[in-house]
T-cell receptor
Framework: DSGVTQTPKHLITATGQRVTLRCSPR?????VYWYQQSLDQGLQFLIQ???????AKGNILERFSAQQFPDLHSELNLSSLELGDSALYFC?????????????FGPGTRLTVL | GESVGLHLPTLSVQEGDNSIINCAYS??????FIWYKQESGKGPQFIID?????DKRQGQRVTVLLNKTVKHLSLQIAATQPGDSAVYFC???????????FGKGTMLLVSP
């Protein structure tokens, strides 16, 4: 158990809908990273927050947004969902703002868009 | 159309054998490397890391070797067990880059 929690574990929704994925980092970690993992793309970095502020952006679509709250939990919002958004979404946390330290992953949310 | 899964290289070993999983990294400026294990349907699990000022680091049943000359990283697992069956991938960190760069992974299959 990494200490990172994610909810929900599974999410099934329809195209055009909006969903929110939630992540709680390990105790004491200030950085939260969001990743998408699909069968044909591997692990793709979406966005990072550090202590409430956006720190880095990766291949995140404009339909997707995230935030980190004062209690350090983070939410990833996915809107106008398309079939191709079906994937596993992971968050990871670390204690530092820079990527040169270990990131600990949560169990993931499996999103299915029908 | 149909989605095609990643064609991961596969390493098949017998229980009790030692396993070596290799990773060629991309950037000679990378200064930090991590190995992760991912079982089906689960999140990547941290195994071991190493900084570029080291050539070798050992953990419990695992050893990571770093060869900066040829940009090669390997993970050695001693006395491999069926529970070690998973996808293993390496990640590298380049100073100034905003995130880790992840490799595609190697599937390790351990037969009893």
């Amino acid at each position: 158990d990494s200490g990172v929690t994610q909810t929900p574990k599974h999410l099934i929704t329809a195209t055009g809908q909006r969903v929110t994925l939630r992540c709680s980092p390990r105790s004491g970690d200030l950085s939260v990273y969001w990743y998408q993992q699909s069968l044909d793309q591997g692990l793709q970095f979406l966005i990072q927050y550090y202590n409430g502020e956006e720190r880095a952006k990766g291949n995140i679509l404009e339909r997707f947004s995230a935030q980190q709250f004062p209690d350090l939990h983070s939410e990833l919002n996915l809107s106008s969902l398309e079939l191709g958004d079906s994937a596993l979404y992971f968050c990871a946390s670390s204690g530092y703002p820079d990527p040169g330290t270990a990131q600990y992953f949560g169990p993931g949310t499996r999103l299915t868009v029908l | 159309g149909e989605s095609v899964g990643l064609h991961l290289p596969t390493l098949s070993v017998q229980e009790g054998d030692n396993s070596i999983i290799n990773c060629a990294y991309s950037n000679s400026a990378s200064d930090y490397f991590i190995w992760y294990k991912q079982e089906s349907g689960k999140g990547p699990q941290f195994i071991i890391d190493i900084r570029s000022n080291m050539d070798k680091r050992q953990g419990q049943r695992v050893t990571v070797l770093l060869n900066k000359t040829v940009k090669h990283l390997s993970l050695q697992i001693a006395a491999t067990q069926p529970g070690d069956s998973a996808v293993y991938f390496c990640a590298e960190s380049v100073p100034g880059y905003s995130t880790l760069t992840f490799g595609k992974g190697t599937m390790l299959l351990v037969s009893p």
